[in-house]
């Protein structure tokens, strides 16, 4: 169910471009990469349906969550090998609740050194400088998470 001024619904519709697509989806819930700047490698676990928070989730979606953010991490610390793997909830857009998405992302020392920045500031730093991924490097790093998710 698409919600108008909603970019989740709309990468997960195909209104708006998502580069390397769709990876994984079960009956609730949708992985796909992430379009903002937070490095290669970097998903997005989202339900399909447009929530605003988590006390409003269905005990369907509810009970694929936890799994799937489970796998989500797993296969992001086999592909990108990182010295930790941030799960965090975002939910806001322009200072307004919008889809709930988990950001699934590797931290790797490089990235927390290059920023001199570990977790939330970490973060905050990488949209601070803006740059978005190279779209070759996410296709090509999507092909190999599709592979994972495939074999689980």
């Known amino acids: 169910m698409s919600t108008p001024a909603c970019l989740a619904c709309d990468l997960s519709t195909g ?10 989806e079960t009956g609730q819930w949708v992985v796909e990469h992430c379009v903002g700047p937070l490095g290669v490698g970097t998903l997005v676990v989202k339900p399909l349906r447009h929530v605003l928070n988590l006390g409003l989730l ?20 086999e592909i990108a090998e990182p010295e930790q793997v941030y799960t965090c909830l975002w939910s806001h857009s322009g200072g307004v609740p919008g889809h709930v998405h988990f950001v699934v992302q590797p ?9 001199d920045a570990y977790g939330p500031a970490l973060q905050m730093a990488m949209f601070r400088e803006g740059v978005l991924p190279d779209p070759f490097a996410v296709e090509a790093v999507c092909a190999r998470f599709r592979a994972v998710f495939a074999r689980d």
């Open 15 to 24: 209104a708006a471009p998502l580069p390397g697509g769709r990876l994984h």
């Open 58 to 77: 269905t005990p369907e979606e509810s009970a694929e969550m936890g799994p799937l953010l489970r796998q989500a991490a797993a296969a992001v610390n």
């Open 107 to 115: 931290a790797t020392r490089t990235e927390m050194d290059r920023f």
